[in-house]
């Protein structure tokens, strides 16, 4: 199992659609959480942390659940450029960041 | 102004070659990492330095071999390339380790390396 799963995609949505990412981790010792995007060919630049109680970044909310070990990402009213990749970040036990594969979100007109 | 800069972006070259990546920072971090994306676009830890320190050693072929001659710099060397070792070589740098809770990492631009 990997230690930090997404769903791939890709998402199509049209412009305006609410779009919702998930992400699931397998070592509950995990301490700190994070959304990273990557736009194409480019490098990954943190979006927004995940904290406990939930937290919100304009369009962006993040949600973490400890008990079930998820994280998820929600974008309201989407823009064309939203379109990118976004990793699912775990900062584990053993002090490193491990990277889900990412979800690749595309925003049509 | 650029803040985490690596050269070359762009490296092409034979198996069996030796070749080096640089990477510099200027915000004064402390850390730094090297990361290798492959085609899959898996993110994955090779190695982090901390004030020059090797503190993170993925199982990470001994062909490569980091250098950290200042917290500023880490730079990666690459013996006997492989075709396998195509992928994008991204470095990073953080103000503190890893281990420090909610600390951000700045990417680089990325080092797309084709061995052929």
């Known amino acids: 199992r990997k230690e930090v799963e997404q769903d791939p995609g890709p998402f199509n949505v049209p412009e305006g659609a609410t779009v919702a990412f998930n992400c699931t981790y397998s070592n509950s010792a995990s301490q700190s959480f994070f959304w990273y995007r990557q736009d194409c060919r480019k490098e990954p630049k943190l979006l927004m942390s995940v904290y406990s109680s939930g937290n919100e970044d304009g369009r962006f909310t993040a949600q973490l659940n400890r008990a079930s070990q998820y994280i998820s990402l929600l974008i309201r009213d989407s823009k064309l450029s939203d379109s990118a990749t976004y990793l699912c970040v775990v900062n584990s036990s053993r002090g490193k960041l491990i990277f889900g594969q990412g979800t690749e979100l595309s925003v049509k007109p | 102004d650029t803040a985490v800069s690596q050269t070359p972006k762009y490296l092409v070259t034979q198996m069996g070659n030796d070749k080096s990546i640089k990477c510099e920072q200027n915000l004064g971090h402390d850390t730094m990492y090297w990361y290798k994306q492959d085609s899959k676009k898996f993110l994955k830890i090779m190695f982090s330095?901390?004030?020059?320190?090797?503190?993170i050693n993925e199982t990470v072929p001994n062909r490569f071999s980091p250098k950290s001659p200042d917290k500023a710099h880490l730079n990666l060397h690459i013996n006997s390339l492989e075709l396998g070792d195509s992928a994008v070589y991204f470095c990073?740098?953080?103000?503190?380790?890893?281990?420090?809770?909610?600390?951000?990492?700045?990417f680089g631009p990325g080092t797309r390396l084709t061995v052929l």
């Open positions: 990073a740098s953080s103000q503190l380790p890893t281990g420090s809770g909610y600390n951000e990492q700045f």
């Open positions: 330095y901390n004030n020059k320190e090797l503190i």
